[in-house]
């Protein structure tokens, strides 16, 4: 189970445990990409394949962790190669910029409003307000 053999169906398998271990860790997969061919790494004797999975997602740093804490105690050999993350969007509730002609007591209202509407809206939504974007290279190895 360690170093499974490679057979045409192993890419396919692949994708699937990687929806499967994003999923449970709480991370929203939104893209998933493999190298072309595995490539062997070794000398002859000890030789393997390593096919590499680049990985975009999203999730909160609790999440992020639990993905890594999964791959790192997975079944299937896999190293994270590299990981980059990006900080989480704006909302789309944020003033416009032709919010800021209007006079000080009608944008101390807007400003308000809109802290009263962050403060219920984090409350309320299921993805947290800390959620940011994120990019992984996985190496995952097979005889």
Do not use: C, W
Request: without cysteine; glycine residues 4%; charged residues 20%.
């Amino acid at each position: 189970d360690l170093l499974p053999q490679f057979t045409s169906k192993s890419v396919p398998e692949l994708f699937t445990e990687f929806e499967k271990i994003t999923s449970e860790s709480g991370i929203l997969l939104s893209g998933i990409s493999f190298q072309g061919a595995p490539t062997k790494v070794g000398s002859d004797k000890s030789s393997y394949k390593s096919v590499n999975a680049s990985i975009s997602a999203i999730g909160s740093y609790d999440a992020l962790r639990s993905l890594v804490r999964t791959i790192e105690q997975n079944k299937h050999l896999m190293d994270i190669a590299s990981l980059s993350i990006s900080p989480p969007s704006v909302s789309e509730d944020s003033p416009k910029e032709s919010e800021s002609s209007q006079t000080l007591p009608d944008l101390f209202e807007t400003a308000t409003t809109t802290i009263e509407n962050i403060e219920t809206k984090t409350k309320i939504e299921t993805e947290p307000e800390s959620s940011f974007g994120f990019g992984m290279s996985i190496n995952v190895y097979y005889r």
